[in-house]
C-alpha cells in the first residue's frame, strides 16, 4: 500500500503543478481576467510660429527731467501751476529756466532735449510756471532803452561832423587840418561803438525782464512746489520744482553675456532683418507686475559700449510710448519696475506640447506616445523654450504623434491603453488670445521650403 501511494501521487502532483505554470503563463501578459487597459489622456502637439526669448528685470525712466531754476535774482510773486499737473515744454529755451540734470538722469540735459523734440507734440510753446517781480528789471530795461536812445543821436551828430570834416578838407585851400579830420573820423567810430554797447546792454535786460517768467523747458508732470511765494529766489541756485517727461519713455535692464553674444551672432546671420542691422532696432516688448503676457511694446535704442566686468551684463535701453488715457493716469511712470522679453531668435516653425507632458529622468527628458496599436512608447527629445505656458520640443517628437498628457504615472514602455483624445492644454485664457485654437486632428506636416 505504501508504495502504491507513492507511485500514485507523482504523477497527479507533478500534472498540477504544470497545471498551475500554464495559467500563471497565460495571465501574465494582460494581467488578472476581466482588467480593462488604463485609460490615459492623449493631444497632438501644436504647431505655431515661435521666438525664442529672454527676460529681464527693468526700470523706466524719463527722457527729459530737469530741475527748474530761475535765472534771475527776485522775489517769487505768482504760481501758474498746480502740483502734479502736466505742462507743455518749450524747445526754444528762451524762457527763464536753467536745466540741471537729476542724479538719476544718466545723460546730459543737451541729448536730452534733443531726444524729446524727435516725437510730434513735445516741442510747443512752454507753460507759464512762476512769476518774479519784474519791477528792478523793468526799469534797468528802460534806463538801457533810454541809453540806446542816446548814442542813436550821439551816432547821428557824429556822423553830421564827420561828412561836414572831409567836405571842407576836400577844398582847395582845406580849410581844417588833416588832424582835425582824423578825430571827426574817430569820434564817429566811437559812437558806432558805444551804440553797439548800449544795444547789447538793453538785450541783457532784455532777456533779465523775460527770464522772470519762468516756463516749462520740456513736456511732462510738475512736481511738488519747493519755494513758496514771497521767497527769495537766487538766480541759477534756487530749486522751484522738477519735470519729468512723461511720452516717450526709457527703460534700462542689463542683459547677460552668452545673450548678447547670441543676438550679436544672428544679427552677422541676417536674422533680424538685413545683414548689418543695428542692435538697436530689435523690437522687444514690456509688462508691468499686475499685467498678463508682454502687452507693451518697445524698441532698444542705446547699447552700452562695453560690458560691466562686476556682472558680465551689457547695460541697454529701449524706448516706448506712453500715451495718456482717456480717464485716469497714463499707464508708466518713472521707475517703475517691469518685466522685458528679449528676442532671442528669429521666428521658426515649432512643435509644442503641455509641460505636465514631459518626464524627468535624471538628466533626460522624454515623452510618452501613443501609436496606432495603442501601445505605449518613449521618445526622448530635446527641449527648446516656453511659449505663453507650453514647451517647444526641438527634437524627438512629430506632431503626427498622439502624446499622453494626463495619466503618466499609469502607464510604462509597450503597455497597451485606452486613449482619450482631447485637445493640447493650454495655460488660461488671456495668455494665448493671438494664437489659433487647438486641434483634435493630426495637423498636416509643414510646408517645405
Wanted: proline share 9%.
Amino acid at each position: 500500500m505504501r508504495q502504491f501511494f507513492t507511485f500514485g501521487a507523482g504523477p497527479a502532483l507533478i500534472l498540477g503543478t504544470l497545471a498551475l505554470l500554464a495559467g500563471c503563463s497565460a495571465l501574465a501578459p494582460n494581467g488578472p481576467p476581466g482588467k480593462e487597459p488604463p485609460t490615459v489622456t492623449v493631444s497632438y502637439p501644436l504647431q505655431r510660429e515661435v521666438t525664442d526669448y529672454q527676460d529681464y528685470t527693468g526700470r523706466t525712466a524719463s527722457v527729459d527731467s530737469v530741475q527748474v531754476q530761475a535765472r534771475v535774482t527776485g522775489y517769487l510773486e505768482k504760481i501758474h501751476f498746480k502740483e502734479g499737473s502736466e505742462v507743455r515744454g518749450d524747445d526754444r529755451l528762451t524762457g527763464a529756466v536753467r536745466l540741471v540734470a537729476l542724479p538719476s538722469t544718466p545723460l546730459a540735459p543737451g541729448p536730452l532735449l534733443a531726444a524729446a523734440c524727435l516725437f510730434p507734440g513735445q516741442c510747443q510753446e512752454g507753460d507759464l510756471l512762476y512769476e518774479i517781480d519784474r519791477r528792478p528789471y523793468q526799469a534797468t530795461y528802460d534806463a538801457n532803452k533810454a541809453q540806446v536812445g542816446q548814442n542813436v543821436a550821439a551816432l547821428e551828430l557824429a556822423k553830421q561832423n564827420n561828412a561836414r570834416a572831409k567836405s571842407l578838407y576836400a577844398q582847395k585851400d582845406r580849410a581844417i587840418s588833416q588832424a582835425e579830420l582824423d578825430q571827426d573820423d574817430s569820434l564817429e567810430k566811437q559812437a558806432v561803438a558805444n551804440l553797439d554797447f548800449a544795444r547789447a546792454n538793453l538785450e541783457t535786460a532784455k532777456l533779465n525782464l523775460d527770464w522772470t517768467k519762468v516756463t516749462a523747458p520740456v513736456a511732462g508732470i510738475v512736481g511738488r512746489l519747493l519755494v513758496t511765494r514771497g521767497n527769495l529766489i537766487t538766480a541759477n541756485q534756487t530749486d522751484l520744482t522738477t519735470i519729468v517727461s512723461q511720452d516717450p519713455m526709457w527703460v534700462y535692464f542689463n542683459a547677460d553675456e552668452p545673450t548678447v553674444l547670441k543676438v550679436h551672432e544672428l544679427l552677422r546671420q541676417g536674422k533680424f532683418g538685413p545683414a548689418g542691422t543695428d542692435v538697436a532696432k530689435i523690437p522687444f516688448r514690456l509688462q508691468l507686475t499686475n499685467e498678463e503676457g508682454f502687452p507693451h511694446e518697445a524698441a532698444m535704442d542705446f547699447v552700452n559700449n562695453q560690458l560691466d566686468q562686476a556682472t558680465a551684463t551689457l547695460l541697454i535701453r529701449g524706448i516706448f510710448s506712453n500715451p495718456k488715457p482717456a480717464n485716469g493716469p497714463r499707464v508708466f511712470a518713472p521707475n517703475m519696475f517691469v518685466r522685458v522679453r528679449v528676442p532671442t531668435s528669429a521666428e521658426y516653425h515649432a512643435v509644442l506640447v503641455n509641460p505636465e507632458a514631459v518626464g524627468t529622468d535624471q538628466d533626460l527628458k522624454y515623452v510618452y506616445v501613443v501609436d496606432d496599436d495603442n501601445k505605449v512608447i518613449r521618445h526622448a527629445v530635446k527641449l527648446g523654450t516656453l511659449q505663453d505656458g507650453l514647451q517647444v520640443v526641438t527634437d524627438g517628437l512629430n506632431p503626427r504623434e498622439r502624446v499622453i498628457v494626463k495619466g503618466l504615472q499609469r502607464v510604462q514602455q509597450g503597455a497597451t491603453v485606452n486613449p482619450t483624445l482631447v485637445p493640447m492644454p493650454v495655460p488660461p485664457p488671456g495668455a494665448l488670445t493671438a494664437n489659433p485654437p487647438p486641434v483634435l486632428n493630426a495637423p498636416a506636416p509643414p510646408p517645405k521650403k
